[in-house]
């Protein structure tokens, strides 16, 4: 399909490629050009890869640049299973998922510098993954590794309440998160669900299991510069989260940015908004 867009025709290509014997499902997005460089969007837990979509055909019509977007294993386009017989975890989501994703994208546009693009989620274990020597530049967008206390209030009340309420109960229920019924979302296999919440709800989130069931954090073998950017009305991820996160990279490649809204002439920003289209003066922000 052609996106006649901005500056330039997009092309968006349809695309299922392997990840450790799963299949995943995308979205490829190319610019009419030879691309300047080759994005990979990870994308926040819970959110499903067609939600980047106008931020992908930006990059590719205004910047040039091509943009791989897709869904983790056993959700959304990936899904391919009931999420109640999913074994799958955010680890895998994390250590298997993402780094096929590069491999895709590097089979796709092989003379192309590669850039990773983590929303949340997707920026938090780049440093523990494999085959991240190619990666040439890292942006981390609102991630970073919470702890409950962190949160303000109300939002910590409501996240009290997904980890330790209605949305447990319902697992422990169901084998899986009804995220649709509930209306909080798309549904999660359990094991994301639980592992996520208890990175969520630890103090130091995975870092005690680096070294053991995990793989140690080694950002000295990409060496890429990293831009970690923080929005100051984010309930989810407080700036001082992005904070911590930096630790995991080699902090002297790591540009920490507090971004706040009223400076882009927004009433608000918050955890999820800032890859949507009413604040897309964001982007030129997020890749410079």
Not at 142 to 154: F, I, K, Q, R
Not at 172 to 182: K, V
Not at 250 to 274: A, E, M, N, W, Y
Request: aromatic letters at 10%; a neutral charge.
């Amino acid at each position: 399909m052609l996106d006649m867009r901005g500056n330039g025709r997009v092309q968006e290509q349809a695309i299922d490629f392997d990840a450790d014997g799963a299949t995943l499902t995308g979205t490829l997005f190319l610019p009419e050009v030879d691309p300047v460089a080759a994005v990979v969007l990870n994308g926040a837990a819970g959110v499903p890869h067609a939600y980047y979509r106008h931020f992908a055909r930006w990059l590719a019509s205004e910047r040039d640049m091509a943009c791989l977007t897709y869904d983790y294993r056993d959700f959304g386009a990936s899904a391919h299973m009931h999420p109640r017989h999913s074994n799958t975890t955010m680890s895998d989501w994390a250590l298997l998922d993402q780094p096929a994703a590069r491999m895709e994208m590097r089979r796709n546009a092989p003379n192309s510098p590669i850039w990773v693009i983590g929303h949340s989620l997707g920026a938090m274990m780049v440093p523990l993954q494999q085959g991240i020597e190619d990666v040439t530049r890292m942006i981390g967008v609102a991630s970073g590794l919470v702890n409950l206390p962190d949160h303000p209030m109300p939002y910590r009340a409501l996240a009290s309440a997904f980890w330790y309420g209605p949305a447990s109960w319902a697992v422990s229920l169901t084998g899986y998160l009804p995220g649709r019924r509930l209306g909080l979302g798309e549904d999660l296999p359990a094991g994301v669900y639980r592992e996520w919440r208890d990175w969520c709800t630890s103090p130091r989130s995975f870092l005690p299991r680096t070294g053991h069931d995990l793989p140690w954090p080694n950002w000295s073998r990409s060496g890429a510069p990293v831009d970690l950017i923080a929005f100051a009305d984010d309930p989810v991820i407080p700036a001082r989260c992005t904070d911590r996160l930096a630790a995991l990279y080699d902090i002297r490649l790591v540009r920490r940015r507090t971004l706040h809204p009223r400076d882009f002439g927004l009433k608000q920003i918050g955890h999820l908004s800032s890859f949507t289209r009413r604040n897309a003066v964001l982007w030129p922000e997020l890749v410079r």
